[in-house]
């Protein structure tokens, strides 16, 4: 028997299985790419920490600039938890083999990011979150911890409010198979990549494991709020980390002139961007000045990528740059210990809402986050399965149901062309529900969205065949995509004002009886959407 059935396997993931592991449980990842594939690996920048209480910082601090980031809809508590482990994550991390750029007296260096004006971005040049992911690997494998690689989530079955087992599409095979646990936790990342081809994620990111738990009935909360990145490569989408700003980058227009503090919060420079290239007018990334020898010491992923893609050298040239989705604040909705509000079903990561974030995240926290909480969500679920006496047996209904869908979708006439509908639902989630929104944009969103409802059965695959069915697995990530879809504009018709990434323009100013954590579910087919207070 399971003990702890993880589903996903990037940082949070496996994070959560090496201290599941120490204590002595039956442990098993399951995920739909390979570890080293995962969203983690794109978190080139940092990860937060306060090292040592100096004149220019403190753990105190770095909980004030997490909590204004939050505009007021973070859990004060849980930020407070994650700021004053952050030492020992880093320490833990350190101890394993994470190899941190290190400063002239061979301490863990540190950068500034946005959003605070103390240096507190540990990173190793800017590879950090490739580094991490690969050193938790190699320690998962190390300790022997069992992978299953290639399975897509196709539900979580759920009796009495409590999670029991998920069930799974072998990629490889074509076979259904359900895996009975006596704790699950979902790690399975964000859901950015629903903007599609307007995103720094991979195609993966596709919010699988929310949309499941949302299925389950599970609550989700704060899904309006996305992060979108300032910089990206012009028309490329790929991320050029906030290291750049953070090093001494400019941000400048067509003239050379800067235009914003460059170290704001994400979305505050995210817009002013915007603005300028929604206008048609281009910006540009200035790293001229820092020179070649610095460039390749802290940045030589990004200035490898930048000759690569765009044939343009940091230390000679302007980068041409505009904004993207990146980032997902909302998220299955936990509390201080990653508990969800089914029974033995955890969350950790960017899958979940734990009170962190709130309307904006502060980069460098993402990979905190998912360490620090994937580490305490591991414990807290292998303390559980240590308690339980599992009862579940299974009838193979839900099998059978999962079955018989999957065969219908393969025997389908292909009416509508799915890639073409996925196209067009990412451009018309980011001029819509993008950076700046307003009603009448919201309501466009949220009347495609009815109008296609029906639609979606008359998209067709032409592979029909069940093994490694790669349009079948571009087919249901599309039905979790739309399913999210609706939950993000839903969320944005209904929070009438601006807090952090969520702008309105027909409502610019936060709104007092707005400072609440909006909640989602799904109650006979239907999406349910009420406001709460924070606790």
């Not at 699950?184 to 990342?189: N, R």
């Not at 969205?449 to 059965?457: A, D, F, R, V």
């Amino acid at each position: 028997m399971i003990d702890v059935l993880i589903i996903g396997s990037g940082g949070a993931g496996l994070s959560a299985a090496l201290e599941a592991k120490k204590k002595n449980s039956n442990v098993l990842v399951v995920s739909k790419t390979y570890p080293t594939h995962s969203q983690t690996c794109q978190a080139q920048g940092g990860i937060n920490a306060v090292l040592e209480t100096t004149k220019d910082d403190s753990v105190e601090n770095y909980i004030n600039d997490t909590y204004k980031a939050s505009h007021n809809l973070a859990n004060k508590n849980n930020i407070k938890y994650l700021c004053n482990e952050s030492k020992n994550t880093i320490d833990w991390l350190s101890s394993i083999g994470v190899p941190f750029s290190k400063d002239l007296k061979n301490n863990i260096a540190q950068r500034k990011f946005g959003g605070t004006k103390a240096k507190r971005t540990c990173y190793s040049s800017d590879y950090t979150g490739l580094k991490i992911l690969h050193t938790l690997y190699d320690q998962c494998i190390k300790e022997e911890i069992k992978f299953l690689n290639e399975y897509f989530l196709l539900k979580l079955v759920v009796e009495e409010n409590c999670a029991k087992a998920a069930l799974f599409l072998n990629m490889v095979s074509g076979e259904i198979v359900e895996i009975e646990a006596k704790t699950i936790i979902l790690a399975t990342g964000g859901y950015a990549g629903i903007y599609h081809q307007s995103t720094t994620n991979s195609y993966s990111s596709t919010g699988d494991g929310i949309a499941a738990a949302l299925n389950a009935g599970a609550l989700l909360s704060n899904m309006e709020f996305v992060q979108f990145h300032p910089t990206s490569l012009e028309s490329k989408n790929i991320l050029v980390s906030e290291s750049a700003r953070g090093e001494g980058g400019y941000l400048v227009d067509k003239d050379g002139n800067r235009f914003i503090d460059e170290l704001k919060p994400r979305d505050e420079v995210a817009r002013a961007i915007f603005k300028k290239t929604h206008k048609h007018e281009k910006v540009y990334l200035d790293l001229r000045h820092l020179g070649k020898e610095k460039i390749e010491e802290v940045m030589p992923q990004e200035r490898r990528l930048i000759l690569d893609f765009m044939k343009l050298k940091m230390e000679e040239d302007l980068i041409p740059i505009n904004p993207s989705a990146h980032y997902t604040m909302g998220g299955i909705l936990t509390d201080s210990e990653t508990k969800t509000s089914i029974k033995n079903l955890y969350a950790c990561g960017e899958c979940a809402q734990s009170g962190i974030h709130g309307a904006n995240r502060l980069g460098g926290n993402s990979l905190l986050e998912i360490i620090t909480l994937g580490r305490l969500s591991g414990k807290v679920a292998a303390k559980r399965a240590k308690e339980l006496k599992y009862n579940y047996q299974s009838n193979k209904k839900d099998q059978d149901k999962e079955i018989k869908r999957l065969e219908e979708i393969l025997k389908r006439e292909n009416k509508k062309d799915l890639y073409k509908t996925k196209k067009e639902l990412g451009k018309l989630l980011f001029n819509n529900l993008g950076l700046f929104r307003e009603e009448k944009r919201i309501k466009k969103v949220l009347d495609y969205l009815e109008h296609i409802k029906n639609e979606i059965t008359q998209i067709g695959i032409e592979d029909k065949n069940k093994v490694y069915n790669r349009n079948l697995i571009d087919y249901l990530e599309y039905e979790n995509m739309y399913l999210l879809s609706k939950t993000i504009a839903k969320g944005a018709y209904e929070r009438k004002e601006s807090r952090g990434a969520h702008y309105r323009t027909d409502f610019e100013i936060e709104n007092n009886t707005y400072e609440k954590i909006s909640i989602c579910k799904l109650e006979n087919n239907n999406l349910e959407f009420y406001f709460e207070d924070l606790k």
